[in-house]
């Protein structure tokens, strides 16, 4: 059986890329979760997704409880077998969406008093019963239990918000059953207060756990305020653990937590842009809807290979969405979803060349644009001649 663990190939200043090792699958890092929050990625079957080259994917432990029931999907085999999905799956709490999809929620020591946002239904969710759903799932990374901090947030609030999630996760880590190839993660907490992401990285850092996330953030800070968080932050982490960022984000998002040590990301932007027509491409973000597209016979990116670029035009595209088509949402998932993919690839090959900072330099420059492809291929050709970079 395989072992649950994080294997560092290459370093570029704080970056690294890697393997994480897992009962379903390897996943290369830095890696990009596909959300699929009710047990699927929307608009996507999971041979698409497969072929996007993701690895891994996210699931919802609220949503999934509510409907079909964690306790159903147990008796039909897990979620794997449930949604036909081969690689490893990650499992939020289900904490944010407790609080913030309930009208009538109330929290304590104890867990989360919530009624169901589909019937009504009071319920209670504590550390164990996060565990135990994300258990009955077969989640191969489950998170512990925690209160996403709003922002914004005075020192005190973030205080007690961040105490109790690590209170929260000492019961979790007590709740949660080891087994070969799984891991449980404990989330950072402290918004944007420096001494307070510090303590609980520590209090964290005690209970030993196989991976560590940094939540709280993406809600309203800012980016600036976020690389801020994450400087303070991550150095309080295990070098030898992989580290989450949890909800994130836009491409200039990712690029900049890799430079600051981050191996994992989740977000729904890809797929939820794919559904409102909006499409991320070497050259900056595209709003199929505008009049503009409507006779362009060009492809959404002439430098992407999946199959969306390779025989749709962005007039057939534009048709599709503003006819309100379902293969619209298809086609622009599809392409959103390689793109992102692509970046994470080409953020592993500049990692590994030793030139993550031209990469994002140059990033940054076109806007998330240029041949990302060509950006990573140059930077493994610059870096040849110096020895010191392992060339």
């Known amino acids: 059986m395989t072992r649950f663990g994080f294997e560092i190939a290459a370093r570029d200043g704080a970056a690294r890329c890697g393997r994480l090792s897992t009962a379903h699958g390897p996943v290369l890092t830095p890696a990009f979760m596909p959300v699929g929050t009710q047990a699927t990625v929307k608009a996507m079957t999971p041979d698409a997704v497969r072929e996007t080259g993701t690895d891994i994917i996210l699931g919802n432990t ?28 990650l499992t939020d709490s289900g904490g944010y969406q407790a609080m913030s999809l309930s009208e009538l929620r109330t929290l304590d020591e104890t ?16 550390p164990e019963r996060a565990i135990e759903v994300q258990h009955l799932l077969d989640s191969t990374i489950t998170m512990v239990l925690d209160e996403c901090t709003p922002f914004p947030a005075t020192e005190e609030q973030a205080a007690r918000s ?42 964290l850092k005690a209970l030993d756990f196989d991976g560590y996330a940094v ?28 580290r989450y960022l949890m909800g994130v984000g836009k491409p200039s998002d990712l690029v900049g937590a890799v430079q600051r040590g981050i191996d994992m990301f989740d ?10 027509g909006q499409a991320f491409t070497r ?21 992407c290979r999946c199959m969306t670029c390779g025989g749709f035009s962005r007039a057939y595209l534009h048709h599709l969405v503003k006819a309100k088509e379902i293969l619209g949402a298809i086609l622009l998932t599809t392409h959103n979803l390689h793109y992102y993919q692509d970046l994470m690839a080409a953020l592993r090959e500049a990692i590994g060349a030793g030139r993550l900072a031209a990469f994002a330099a140059e990033f940054a420059a076109r806007e998330a ?7 990573a ?15």
Not at 215 to 228: S, T, W
């Open 62 to 89: 609220y949503h999934l409880m509510q409907r079909p029931g964690a306790e159903r999907i147990a008796r039909l085999g897990g979620l794997r077998r449930f949604m036909r999905w081969p690689g490893p799956i």
């Open 377 to 391: 291929g140059a930077a493994a050709a610059d870096a040849a001649p110096h020895p010191a970079d392992g060339g």
């Open 369 to 375: 644009g240029g041949d990302i492809a060509a950006l």
């Open 162 to 203: 961040m105490r109790l999630s690590l209170a929260w996760a000492k019961r979790s880590r007590d709740a949660f059953r080891p087994r070969d190839g799984y891991g449980l993660f404990g989330i950072v907490q402290g918004g944007v207060y420096p001494d307070l992401r510090a303590e609980s990285a520590a209090g």
């Open 215 to 242: 939540g709280g953030l993406a809600v309203g800070e800012g980016q600036a305020a976020m690389f801020e968080v994450l400087d303070v932050t991550v150095p309080h982490l295990p070098a030898e653990k992989p």
């Open 267 to 276: 977000c729904v932007l890809p797929t939820r842009s794919g559904r409102t």
């Open 283 to 303: 050259r900056g973000a595209v709003n199929i809807r505008n009049a503009r597209h409507a006779d362009d016979p060009r492809a959404l990116d002439s430098d």
């Open 111 to 126: 867990g989360i008093t919530f009624r169901s946002h589909l019937d009504g239904s009071r319920q209670h969710l504590t």
